[in-house]
């Protein structure tokens, strides 16, 4: 496993010199103190290498031994080609399969099982799986209901297959609730709403979310996933 943030740090103090919003405010409704937030020059894809070199580092694992990188993000570099393309390059996994899964918090679970699977059916014998975001280029920090809540930063895990000794992953508990898909999401930029001056004008490129609702649906799922 490896991990990677960037150096800026904004603390809830800091926050509140822009916001109506307090260090106990935001501790007590979150558990968040601080957040890294990426440099202007930095992307998904700088973030995710940087967890990747460290996960190889610590799997004894070469780039060039990887079979398939499946990266996890809802800020990628661009819509296409896929972030997990980039991060190849970066580290230089440059024969690897590479694609993008998008599923926003879960994002993660998903890449995770996928890369199971790809080992489980033989086609792949070592993955990367990166979960990378740099929410803060999507986010509009005069919003108090989201600028107190996202950061940036990565994860990375390379998975093998192992002799059966009791290790390893047990199994996955996936769902979706497509009544839950206005709660979260950033509304233009799609197909459904390209991106126009007018989007633009009406701040629908940055993260929209309805917070009580998401916290709601939140805390029922895990505990009945939990079950």
Not at 95 to 104: I, K, N, R, V
Request: hydrophobic share 45%; aromatic share 6%; glycine share 14%.
């Amino acid at each position: 496993m490896g991990t990677w943030v960037p150096g800026r740090v904004v603390t809830n103090d800091d926050l509140s010199l822009s916001l109506d919003t307090s260090d106990e405010w935001i501790s007590t409704r979150s558990g968040i103190r601080e957040r890294r937030i990426a440099a202007d020059d930095q992307a998904a894809s700088d973030l995710g290498a940087g967890a990747a070199r460290r996960a190889l580092a610590a799997a004894g694992v070469e780039a060039g031994e990887l079979d398939l990188i499946i990266t996890a993000t809802l800020s990628p570099d661009t819509i296409f080609p896929p972030t997990a393309s980039y991060i190849s390059g970066l580290i230089g996994a440059d024969g690897a399969a590479a694609f993008d899964l998008s599923a926003a918090c879960t994002g993660f679970v998903y890449a995770l099982a996928a890369g199971n699977g790809f080992i489980a059916a033989g086609q792949a014998e070592k993955v990367m799986v990166v979960g990378a975001e740099a929410v803060s280029k999507m986010i509009d920090w005069s919003d108090r209901g989201t600028a107190v809540l996202f950061g940036d930063g990565a994860g990375a895990v390379v998975l093998e297959a192992a002799e059966d000794d009791g290790r390893g992953i047990i199994g996955f508990d996936l769902g979706n609730d497509p009544g839950g898909t206005g709660l979260l999401l950033l509304p233009a930029g799609g197909s459904r709403r390209p991106a126009t001056s007018e989007t633009v004008a009406g701040g629908e490129h940055y993260l929209r979310m309805n917070g009580r609702e998401v916290y709601r649906f939140a805390t029922r799922l895990i505990v009945s996933s939990a079950l």
